[in-house]
């Protein structure tokens, strides 16, 4: 009997029984050894006495040992600070300001029910429109001016 023909005959057995019910429940079957974890000991972190801090103003609270309290500080991340913001050019100032206040002036004349004039009007959407034209335009979406023939892999 050829390998090929054996691997045939399983995939015969497998079709044949495919509607089948099964013999054994699945609850019934026993968990495999090889599933077991072992459970890890509890470890305690202590820090030699000159890193302790000791605090006389607070009191310990009740249940919370140092233990405990130490675990909670280890893995307590702090992120370093942002870089900071870059600094905008005079016309992206203000298309930022032209796109958010076109629409702002236009809320608050609605909420103070001011009486709005046509051009006041048109002046708002157009700075509004003009904004984001703007921003779009100076967004800049092609290649850096450093780029050789080679747009590999950019770090």
């Given at each position: 009997?050829?390998?090929?023909?054996?691997?045939?005959?399983?995939?015969?057995?497998?079709?044949?029984?495919?509607?089948?019910?099964?013999?054994?429940?699945?609850?019934?079957?026993?968990?495999?050894?090889?599933?077991?974890?072992?459970?890890?000991?509890?470890?305690?972190?202590?820090?030699?006495?000159?890193?302790?801090?000791?605090?006389?103003?607070?009191?310990?609270?009740?249940?919370?040992?140092?233990?405990?309290?130490?675990?909670?500080?280890?893995?307590?991340?702090?992120?370093?600070?942002?870089?900071?913001?870059?600094?905008?050019?005079?016309?992206?100032?203000?298309?930022?300001?032209?796109?958010?206040?076109?629409?702002?002036?236009?809320?608050?004349?609605?909420?103070?029910?001011?009486?709005?004039?046509?051009w006041a009007l048109f002046t708002a959407v157009a700075a509004f429109i003009?904004?984001?034209?703007?921003?779009?335009?100076?967004?800049?979406?092609?290649?850096p001016n450093d780029s050789g023939w080679d747009d590999g892999a950019v770090?």
């Open positions: 009997m050829t390998p090929q023909s054996d691997e045939d005959e399983v995939w015969r057995q497998i079709v044949a029984s495919f509607n089948e019910t099964a013999e054994r429940d699945s609850a019934d079957q026993p968990w495999p050894d090889s599933e077991n974890v072992p459970e890890e000991p509890t470890r305690r972190v202590v820090r030699p006495p000159e890193f302790r801090e000791v605090d006389t103003d607070l009191a310990e609270p009740e249940g919370e040992t140092e233990p405990e309290r130490e675990e909670e500080e280890e893995g307590h991340y702090v992120p370093p600070p942002p870089p900071p913001l870059p600094k905008l050019d005079l016309p992206t100032k203000l298309a930022w300001v032209a796109l958010f206040g076109g629409p702002a002036y236009l809320l608050l004349a609605a909420m103070a029910e001011w009486e709005m004039e046509g003009g904004g984001f034209v703007a921003l779009v335009v100076r967004m800049g979406d092609g290649p770090l």
